[in-house]
């Protein structure tokens, strides 16, 4: 045996592997067919009415699809025929979605960039119209911050606290309906469309507790469709925080609140944060609660108590909807800054949840 | 010194400390994280009390029928609106979404979990994670400027070849601001809230299952039909659900695409469509009183079709309650 060389023995492997699995294509089959498949596809391209890179694309890959199935079929029979072809679909479906996702990416980096200046980055559009070059997103940028944060200040500490409800007191409490109520109510909430939230926060705080519309109202809004996710993040990392670790702590004596706050917030810290921190990215996008809650402003405003505010949302929106060359400039400009601010958030959020994990003991 | 020992609280049997040993900075705690879950739900109601309460000036108002009307005027004099073709966009632009969202999420689940090696699996997770992290007015953008004008080749094409059916004709000649279009962004934004969910589900599927069917000579494809399918069918259907869900709310993006029309037209391709939630956005710094309250009235019913979608969606996987659209 020990004398056979590599290439023997891997020959003699294959030939084992045919005996007990059948014909196989050979290796090289899925590139030869994928080879022919283009080939013909230009040629069709070149000689008939298949016209378009488009076009082209989908012929290649329904020759190829044609191809391998039966010659598939043929060696191999039908039930390695199914399923190439559904290997070949289920690699294809992450193509198509994958395509998307850089067609996005690109067109915000490029129409983006050529708009981004420090003067962009540092100036509000106070005299500005629509019509014009110039101008800028920093007052928007200031009420994203500041809304943002506000939403976040009210919707962290209360997400935080509910799912401790959840997952510390819940369990020993004498009926679990609140519990059950509660946590289904969260998987619902984080359901219920943002323009809705917007509404709410307009028909009761606006129309019916006077309130003016500010940057504050837009951050209850926000407050509201981040709550579920901070919730569900922060239940989930406090449930894997061992047992052992608060029934060591119960032994010393030491209170339950105590244990919650030393103990388990502690070391399922690096999650909270990092749930928090997702929450925070997907509603910094928000535009729909925004549109409904706040009056836009040109200027810089720094009270989200008083007066309108811009944010980035909205501030895309009234330079899109604007309409002007300059204006859907300054959109993609607004566009790219919102994604990096999100992006920025959401690759911090994963770096933490990376090195501070919640370590089983 | 040996009579006064300090015990701690004694641990009831059940681990908890609840019982009469309890101290008050337990129950403060206990009351502050029990008013904060409270709070939830007190918001879920105000979210249907508030609504419902400033719906009823204006279906007061109208003179016409709420759920058959087309056409909105709320603001005029008698005040004329209703709901059919804001109706009818929502769920045609929904269902197309699903109709491309569904197969195109689970598959890129099923790639993810059981497909790809796993070194490349987290990074596609991640990168689909990233999908779901674009704000939807950015979408909106990009399906305007960008995919509106490729959408036009597949308009023709479905016109010329499928145009006997008539879901595809396009009597307009026009192809931009569609249904079309507008279900294909959304199909784009709900496919990484129906991957990421499909995923999960598929990943806890018992190794086990899958062993055995390879083990008696499945293909792979064969071990996804008969282990992975049977197992995930609660959480696929689910995360379907959810993505209509999604679908239905989605704001921005779809009012960016399509303009306010209030016609019932089933040639998806042509321009025109409208739906609840576009509507809200583009109605509303131009709406009056009646007007306002005609648009939270249109909310209300928003809020109603996605509560029910949703707690379907939730009831389905009442017993895995750790699948859920918010992680």
Redesign the interface.
Do not use: C
């Given at each position: 045996m020990s004398e056979l060389t590599r290439d023997e023995r891997a020959e003699s492997e294959e030939l084992l592997h045919r005996a007990l699995a059948g014909a196989r294509l050979p290796r090289w089959g899925i590139a030869a067919a994928a080879v022919g498949a283009i080939a013909l596809a230009i040629i069709l391209n070149l000689t008939t009415s298949v016209a378009g890179v488009a076009g082209t694309v989908v012929v290649a890959v329904l020759l190829f699809l044609a191809i391998q199935t039966t010659w598939s079929f043929r060696v191999e029979g039908r039930r390695h025929a199914v399923d190439r072809l559904a290997t070949t679909a289920v690699y294809a479906t992450f193509i198509v979605a994958l395509a998307p996702l850089v067609a996005v990416l690109a067109t915000v980096i490029v129409k983006g960039m050529s708009v981004i200046s420090s003067t962009f980055l540092t100036t509000s559009m106070r005299n500005i119209s629509p019509r014009s070059e110039g101008g800028g997103l920093y007052h928007a940028l200031i009420g994203t911050l500041q809304q943002v944060g506000i939403a976040a200040m009210f919707g962290v500490p209360l997400g935080i606290l509910t799912a401790i409800y959840l997952v510390e007191y819940a369990p020993f409490a004498k009926s679990r309906r609140l519990s059950r109520a509660i946590s289904f109510f969260v998987d619902v909430m984080t359901g219920v469309p943002s323009v809705v939230v917007g509404l709410f926060i307009f028909t009761a705080f606006v129309l019916t507790l006077g309130m003016e519309r500010s940057g504050f109202t837009a951050s209850l809004a926000l407050t509201i469709l981040m709550l579920p996710v901070v919730v569900r993040s922060t239940e989930e990392m406090l449930r894997i925080v061992p047992r052992e670790l608060r029934e060591a702590s119960y032994a010393l004596g030491i209170p339950k609140w105590r244990t919650i706050l030393k103990i388990v917030l502690p070391t399922a810290l690096g999650g909270i944060v990092t749930g928090a921190m997702l929450a925070i990215a997907r509603v910094a996008g928000e535009t729909a609660p925004l549109l409904l809650t706040t009056f836009l402003s040109q200027s810089i405003n720094t009270n989200p108590f008083k007066g309108p505010q811009a944010a980035l949302p909205t501030f895309i929106w009234d330079q899109f909807t604007s309409a002007t060359d300059a204006s859907v400039n300054r959109a993609w400009g607004g566009a790219l800054v919102l994604i990096v601010l999100v992006m920025v958030l959401y690759g911090a959020a994963k770096i933490i949840a990376r090195y501070t994990g919640v370590k089983r003991g | 010194m040996s009579t006064q020992i300090e015990?701690?609280?004694t641990?009831s049997p059940?681990?908890?400390?609840?019982g009469s040993a309890v101290?008050r900075?337990?129950r403060?705690?206990?009351g502050?994280?029990?008013?904060?879950?409270?709070?939830?739900?007190v918001?879920?109601a105000?979210?249907a009390a508030?609504?419902i309460?400033?719906a009823i000036p204006s279906l007061q108002a109208n003179t016409a029928n709420f759920f058959t009307t087309s056409e909105w005027f709320p603001d005029q004099k008698p005040s004329v609106f209703g709901i059919a073709a804001l109706t009818f966009g929502t769920l045609m632009t929904a269902l197309i979404a699903m109709i491309l969202a569904v197969?195109?999420?689970?598959?890129?689940a099923?790639?993810i979990a059981h497909?790809?090696p796993p070194r490349l699996a987290s990074v596609?997770g991640?990168?689909?994670?990233?999908?779901a992290?674009?704000?939807?007015?950015?979408?909106g953008?990009?399906g305007l400027?960008?995919l509106t004008p490729?959408m036009e080749?597949l308009g023709k094409w479905l016109n010329d070849y499928l145009g006997f059916i008539p879901l595809f004709r396009n009597d307009s000649g026009q192809y931009s601001k569609s249904i079309l279009i507008a279900s294909v962004v959304l199909a784009?934004m709900v496919?990484p809230t129906v991957?990421a969910i499909s995923r999960e589900v598929f990943v806890q599927v018992p190794r086990a299952h899958i062993e055995a069917a390879l083990a008696l000579g499945a293909?792979?494809?064969?071990m996804?039909r008969l282990s992975v399918f049977p197992f995930a069918r609660p959480g696929m259907i689910s995360a379907s659900m959810?993505g209509l869900?999604?679908a239905?709310?989605?704001?921005?993006a779809v009012a960016?695409i399509l303009s306010a029309s209030y016609t019932i037209n089933w040639q998806i391709s042509e321009p025109g469509g409208n739906t609840f939630?576009a509507n809200?956005?583009l109605r509303?710094n131009e709406a009056g009183d009646v007007g306002l309250s005609a648009?939270?009235a249109s909310?209300l019913v928003?809020?109603v079709i996605?509560?029910v979608?949703?707690?379907a969606?939730?009831l389905i996987i009442a017993r895995r309650?750790?699948f859920?659209?918010?992680?």
């Open positions: - | 015990h701690p609280a641990p059940t681990v908890g400390i609840e101290r900075g337990d403060v705690f206990q502050l994280s029990r008013t904060a879950g409270i709070f939830i739900l918001t879920m105000a979210i508030f609504l309460w400033k197969p195109v999420g689970i598959g890129i099923l790639f497909y790809a596609l991640f990168v689909t994670d990233l999908l992290a674009v704000p939807s007015i950015i979408f953008m990009w400027q960008f490729q080749g784009i496919l991957s293909t792979r494809w064969e996804v959810l869900g999604r239905l709310g989605e704001t921005i960016l939630a809200i956005a509303w648009l939270v909310g928003l809020f996605t509560l979608v949703n707690m969606a939730r309650s750790e859920s659209g918010a992680n």
